[in-house]
């Protein structure tokens, strides 16, 4: 076998790196190849070296690469997609949907699946939530009454404080503006509750 180039070696590991470190995922051989203009035969040629050398590891799958640097910081964060503006009709966390992922240190969540929403409007701002803040979200179908949650209307996200009307016997979200009025549904549907915020402090 050929004796790889040490310098190119060196060019798809920072590549796997920077592109796990932006995307929250590790890039797929095509991505690798466009990015370093070489055929995709020579990044698998070349991997495959490298996970000999133990640099890589493959889990599989078309995002299965799993550098040295990658596998020390999975023990420690968690990459939570942030969704944004949701697609009508599109669940709430489709590809199409995620714009970025965040690291978030795992102690910092406790115990579940999560996922980010950034705030939009001026329904929360009595809660401390604005636009442009980040919510981590605890994804779960059923919350407690107080709790702020997302909920599935007519096919868009939502982030109100969740409560049973059992006079009317609706739902009622309330939003955390005093000069907006509660909303009454028949049912919804519960994404998830918001444990914690991040946000800019100006």
């Known amino acids: 076998m050929r004796t790889k180039n040490l310098d190119l070696m060196e060019q798809i590991l920072k590549f796997i790196d920077n592109s796990y470190s932006i995307n929250g995922r590790s890039p797929t051989i095509r991505e690798i190849a466009d990015a370093l203009q070489i055929s995709k035969s020579c990044v698998g040629d070349y991997l495959n070296e490298m996970e000999r050398k133990n640099l890589v590891k493959n889990n ?7 550098t040295m640097k990658m596998a020390k910081t999975n023990n ?19 590809e199409e949907n995620i714009e970025c992922y965040l690291p978030i240190p795992k102690e910092f969540l406790g115990n579940g699946e999560f996922f980010i929403l950034q705030a939009n409007g001026d329904s929360m701002i009595d809660a401390g939530i604005n ?23 007519d096919n868009e996200a939502t982030l109100k404080r969740y409560y049973i009307d059992r ?31 991040i946000k800019d402090i100006q």
């Open 60 to 66: 599989g799958g078309s995002r299965g690469i799993m």
């Open 76 to 94: 420690s964060v968690s990459n939570l997609p942030v969704v944004g503006s949701i697609a009508c009709g599109s669940p709430l966390l489709a």
């Open 131 to 153: 636009t442009g803040d980040y919510v981590i979200i605890r994804k779960q179908e059923t919350a407690e009454q107080g709790q702020i949650i997302v909920a599935l209307i």
């Open 167 to 197: 006079k009317k016997r609706k739902v009622r979200l309330h939003p955390e503006n005093k000069n907006m009025e509660d909303m009454y549904f028949n049912s919804i549907v519960i994404q998830g509750v918001a444990i914690k915020v």
